[in-house]
């Protein structure tokens, strides 16, 4: 499959700040990038994704941004609140493919 | 109410013993997934599946075995050759297109 890097693998922040994570992806034709977020013990569920005709996408406090050239994207949270605090993954398929590759997951800690 | 299930939520199994767990789906989606996730190594696919009666090993397959009898169902077996089967096992589904994974809540098998 797709081979998806994703960093940092864990991420403490202050309630309020932003919080970056980042992933790079081998097949330069991937065409889709979702990212998951999982609270513990629960399944993953998608909260944004993009495509690849777009640079950025946004929903309210969380962002995706992609760089088709350097082959990467990022989910950006802003103005983090507690209930942030999970794991996040990022996942991409390879051109065509319809079955994901996940990175390793970034535990997110939002300090009130 | 449309979505994914998985059953049981906690299992225990003795070693050498074979176990099954469950995955049924009402979203008429053609492919379906079993990942395994341990700390720190996010979501490894242990086999997936995109038409009945068909089915192709993931990246750790070695100890596991699935069938694909009916569109809704995507049982997986955890045999006694499964070294480490302690895990948290997520089954998901998906169109047959680059789109959004579904999951299941989860099983959490434990070798006791």
């Known amino acids: 499959g797709e081979n998806v890097e994703q960093h940092p693998s864990t991420l403490s922040v202050q309630e309020g700040d932003s919080a970056v994570i980042k992933c790079t992806y081998s097949d330069s034709a991937s065409n889709y990038f979702p990212w998951y977020k999982q609270e513990l013990g629960k399944r993953p569920q998608l909260i944004i994704d993009?495509?690849?005709?777009?640079g950025e996408k946004k929903d309210q406090r969380i962002a995706v941004t992609l760089n088709k050239t350097a082959k990467h994207f990022s989910l950006h949270i802003t103005e983090t609140q507690p209930e942030d605090s999970a794991v996040y993954f990022c996942?991409?398929?390879?051109?065509?493919?319809?079955?994901?590759?996940f990175g390793a997951g970034t535990t997110v800690t939002v300090r009130a | 109410d449309g979505g994914i299930t998985q059953s049981p939520k906690y299992l225990f199994r003795k070693e050498g013993q074979n176990v099954t767990l469950s995955c049924e789906q009402n979203?008429?989606?053609?492919?379906m997934y079993w990942y395994r996730q341990d700390p720190g190594q996010g979501l490894r696919l242990i086999y997936y599946?995109?038409?009945?009666?068909?089915?192709q090993k993931g990246d750790i397959a070695e100890g596991y075995s699935v069938s694909r009898e009916k569109k809704e169902s995507f049982p997986l077996t955890v045999t006694s050759a499964q070294k480490n089967p302690t895990a948290f096992y997520l089954c998901?589904?998906?169109?047959?297109?680059?789109?959004?994974?579904?999951f299941g809540q989860g099983t959490r098998l434990t070798v006791v």
């Open positions: 979203l008429n989606h053609d492919a």
């Open positions: 998901a589904s998906s169109l047959l297109s680059v789109a959004e994974a579904f």
């Open positions: 599946s995109q038409i009945v009666n068909d089915f």
């Open positions: 996942a991409a398929p390879k051109f065509n493919d319809y079955k994901l590759s």
């Open positions: 993009i495509r690849s005709n777009v």
